[in-house]
């Protein structure tokens, strides 16, 4: 696994001149913060040795090195998806081959349904923390050189980013919430009764992906920022029947908003 790790480095190092420090990865409807990155190489996931496959509707499975702001900075555009059928450690390969390539600020974004009663549909989350509840864990056998067997978790979502996060949000006028982002396996949307029990766990918003890779960034010493994009809410009395079509549309226009807040981060980090 290591090799291979090392192979699709070394492979995608002799396909672009840029070595970018900082990785954005852009969930369910919200890969056109793609255009604002001045894009050098674009690279298909299925050009990539070892590289898993993305399927799901809405993901273009494209790597992209290019410059935000005045950075450099590598951009997957789509992620893999436990429910596509992908092991954890096929989720999670991007990471590790992201901490081959020198990343070490992970920027993630998500769609998410939302359960804290305060929250409308379109609101910005900042991650402060995450509850995982995969089947599988992303570390499950033998430990990666990367970390220590036993990683600590309790700073997942980098309080320094967090805090930039909301003060650049707070100067450009946008409106954040900030909660508690739960993993779930899917492909099902929650019933009410367990977005119910999601909620009594602590949990402000659930979605498919961004723990298992979040997990795997911390092994390997990144640092994280986190953002869910509410599409639909899980609170009783306000669920309505929710499709894919729904999640990306109410993804989609909040985009612009949510990539604000990251160029302005990844501008103001040194
Ligand atoms: N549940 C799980 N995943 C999601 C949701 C949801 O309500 N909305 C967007 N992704």
């Given at each position: 696994m290591l090799q291979k790790i090392k192979e699709t480095a070394e492979w995608l190092k002799a396909h672009t001149a840029l070595r970018p420090e900082m990785a954005i990865i852009l969930g369910t409807g919200l890969g056109r913060l793609a255009e604002e990155i001045e894009v050098v190489d674009a690279i298909p996931y299925t050009a990539i040795p070892h590289f898993p496959v993305s399927t799901v509707e809405g993901h273009q499975g494209r790597l992209l090195f290019g410059r935000l702001g005045n950075k450099e900075v590598l951009a997957m555009q789509g992620r893999f998806h436990y429910y596509e059928g992908y092991s954890m450690k096929e989720v999670t390969y991007p990471e590790r081959v992201m901490y081959e390539l020198g990343i070490r600020v992970l920027c993630v974004s998500n769609a998410a349904g939302g359960m804290n009663p305060d929250f409308r549909i379109g609101?910005?989350?900042?991650?402060?923390?995450?509850?995982?509840?995969?089947?599988?864990?992303?570390?499950?056998?033998?430990?990666?050189?990367?970390?220590?067997?036993?990683p600590d978790m309790s700073q997942a979502y980098d309080r320094e980013l967090l805090a930039l996060a909301h003060q650049v949000a707070q100067e450009k006028g946008i409106r954040v919430v900030e909660g508690v982002y739960l993993g779930t396996q899917g492909p099902t949307f929650e019933t009410p009764s367990e977005y119910k029990m999601f909620h009594i766990l602590g949990a402000?918003?659930?979605g498919m992906s961004t723990v298992p890779e979040v997990i795997?960034?911390?092994?390997?010493g990144m640092r994280v920022l986190g953002i869910s994009i509410i599409t639909d809410l899980g609170v009783e009395d306000k669920i309505v029947e929710v499709?894919?079509?729904?999640?990306?549309?109410?993804?989609?226009?909040?985009?612009?908003?949510?990539a604000d807040i990251f160029r302005e981060v990844i501008n103001r980090i040194n």
């Open positions: 609101d910005i989350m900042l991650i402060r923390d995450h509850i995982n509840f995969f089947p599988e864990h992303p570390l499950h056998g033998p430990n990666f050189p990367t970390g220590p067997r036993f402000d918003a659930v795997v960034a911390r092994h390997c499709t894919h079509e729904d999640v990306q549309k109410a993804a989609d226009a909040v985009q612009p908003l949510m």
